[in-house]
């Protein structure tokens, strides 16, 4: 099964949701902030998912490097 992983970003807060290829809600939408606390919250919340995960989210000017960074590490 694969999890969609849908990120709106912004400045200061990002917000997040999954739901799985079967459209079942596997995350109740959350709010985080652009750091690395935060972001850690994020992959410890993606943990328990089955490794095929798509994250999407749209460009923002700069405002998503930092994650997009975090992620790839």
Known sequence: M???VGIAIAK???FEAAISSDDENLIEPFKFTNDA??????????ESFD???II???SR???GNNLVLF???
């Open 2 to 4: 694969v999890s969609d």
């Open 12 to 14: 200061l807060n990002h």
């Open 37 to 46: 606390v935060d972001f850690q919250l994020l992959v410890s919340k993606l």
């Open 51 to 53: 490794k095929n995960i």
């Open 56 to 58: 999407v989210f749209e």
């Open 61 to 63: 000017s700069h405002y």
């Open 71 to 73: 992620l790839a590490a």
